[in-house]
């Protein structure tokens, strides 16, 4: 199988080869295992040091697991993980927590991920404590040196989470990711529970912490307009699977599978001068417990009503692709002329 990943260069910091997770779905009173959510259908994607990669799909393609399978915070179905060349899967207890303080994780929600009951000062230090990386008097000041390095104040430390904005919260998020000096951070959607003015605060906080510690992103998003700017190559999810993964301007310049190029005609591009076509998804996003049937053809599960449905919702001058027709194989070939970039062949329904 082709990998995405022969574009890092060489050795890459974080390598996933063929991930997969599954959530297995069980019913009755007895509880019998009845099959699969496919959150994670065979993934495979590098990151190289002090890369960026942006990972996009819609709610429900399985963005979160990559990032949670990839910090082993859930267990993963099959696959590997390779951080700096050392297999993270299969790593016992002991070191996985060395590896913890290299490979951290920035939540959307900075205000359910932050302890309402721990001043600042504690959520920050705490894994300082946990890990003891110095000796605890020298926690308060290394607190206070994250807390402006993320644009707050060191008096913020004695403050509680409630007594900031959106903004401030996830800063104080992003700080306590960096406590413990990581190399390799998962961003899951950092900004989409922010104001727009204030998401380009962030992500330029973002950027600069990149380029002073030298760190990689994975950077979770459902906007291709939020990536635009931020990341160096992006691969597009959908349902389980990468679809098409490609350095930022050749995406951007020439999306081809279907799928990214509906999330790029519904996303607001800053650009008023390109001609955009209108593509729109139709239907709701299969099942992802059943996609195949046992001829090993997409299941579209699709009624003659349903798809009389979907076709009154059509409107004159917009190219409708319904989400069923969407069903991609595993593996990504490349594309000719475009080092980098990588798509997957549909699946014939
Ligand atoms: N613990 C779980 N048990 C069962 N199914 C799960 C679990 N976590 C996620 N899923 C399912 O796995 C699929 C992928 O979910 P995931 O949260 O990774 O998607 P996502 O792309 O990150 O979406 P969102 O942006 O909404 O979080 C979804 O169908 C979801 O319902």
Do not use: W
């Not at 994670?40 to 190289?48: E, G, N, P, R, Y």
């Not at 996009?56 to 393609?61: A, D, Q, T």
């Not at 020439?254 to 519904?266: E, G, M, V």
């Amino acid at each position: 199988m082709m990998y995405p990943s022969m574009i890092a260069p060489d050795p890459p910091l974080l390598s996933v080869k063929n991930l997969k997770t599954y959530f297995p779905v069980k019913r009755g009173l007895l509880k019998s295992h009845v099959g699969d959510v496919r959150a994670v259908d065979d993934v495979s994607f590098d990151i190289a040091p002090n890369e960026t990669l942006g990972l996009v799909g819609e709610s429900g393609c399985g963005k979160s697991t990559v990032g949670r399978s990839i910090l082993r915070l859930i267990p993963t179905t099959s696959g590997s993980v390779h951080y700096n060349g050392e297999d993270v899967l299969a790593a016992p207890s002991g070191r996985m927590k060395q590896l913890r303080r290299e490979m951290q994780i920035i939540f959307q929600d900075p205000v359910g991920s932050l302890n309402p009951r721990m001043a600042v000062g504690k959520i920050i230090g705490e894994p300082m404590a946990v890990h003891r990386v110095c000796p605890k008097e020298e926690i308060p000041d290394r607190v206070a040196d994250l807390l402006v390095k993320v644009g707050l104040r060191k008096d913020h430390a004695a403050r509680y989470p409630h007594e900031f904005s959106g903004g401030q919260r996830q800063r104080i998020g992003i700080a306590r990711a960096l406590a413990l000096s990581p190399k390799f951070i998962v961003c899951d959607e950092p900004v989409s529970a922010l104001d727009v003015s204030v998401q380009s605060q962030v992500l330029n906080l973002l950027n600069d912490l990149q380029d002073e510690f030298g760190l990689s992103y994975l950077f979770i998003a459902h906007n291709l307009a939020v990536v635009e700017h931020f990341c160096d190559r992006v691969a597009v999810m959908y349902l389980g699977r990468i679809v098409e993964l490609a350095d930022r301007d050749t995406l951007y310049r020439n999306p081809l599978h279907p799928y990214t190029k509906a999330l790029l005609s519904a996303a607001p591009m800053p650009d008023p001068d390109a001609e955009k076509r209108r593509i729109m998804l139709l239907g709701d996003v299969p099942s992802p417990i059943r996609l195949f049937k046992d001829d090993g053809k997409a299941d579209t599960g699709i009624t003659p009503e349903e798809q009389a449905e979907l076709d009154a919702e059509r409107q004159p001058g917009v190219e409708y692709i319904t989400r069923h027709s969407l069903l991609h194989r595993p593996d990504l070939v490349p594309v000719d002329g475009e080092p980098g970039h990588f798509v997957s062949p549909s699946v014939d329904a």
